[in-house]
């Protein structure tokens, strides 16, 4: 059965890093797309960076200059850092597997909380 986990999330103050992961259990996760999505309360889920198959990623407004997704295949495992938080990252972060650069596939992760507060 596959699952996704995350970890990682916690709070932090406005400024600071964090550094998300997500595991895959019996899917080997860099072979297909993985995206990080998140959901603030009372806000639709948004894709906020994609890393697919090869390597290629891909950030969405929200996280551009800012975050950073990368993949450990040795670990399989994808890292989402995120450098000079705001109070509007606060969200839960949720990790997708087998989706695309526009949607995501089946896999979902339980999700990880962010909270961004000084």
């Known amino acids: 059965q596959v699952q996704i986990v995350e970890s990682g999330g916690g709070s932090v103050q406005p400024g600071g890093s964090l550094r998300l992961s997500c595991t895959g259990s019996?899917?080997?996760?860099?072979?297909?797309?993985v995206g990080w999505y998140r959901q603030a309360p009372g806000k639709q889920r948004e894709l906020v960076a994609a890393?697919?198959?090869?390597?290629?990623?891909k950030y969405y407004d929200s996280a551009k200059g800012r975050f950073t997704v990368s993949e450990d295949h040795v670990k399989n495992t994808v890292y989402l850092q995120m450098d000079n938080l705001k109070s509007e990252d606060t969200a839960v972060y949720y990790c997708?597997?087998?989706?695309?650069?526009?949607?995501?596939?089946?896999?979902w992760g339980q999700g990880t909380q962010v909270t961004v507060s000084s």
């Open positions: 997708n597997v087998g989706g695309s650069f526009y949607g995501p596939g089946v896999y």
């Open positions: 019996q899917v080997i996760i860099s072979l297909y797309t």
């Open positions: 890393i697919r198959a090869g390597g290629e990623t």
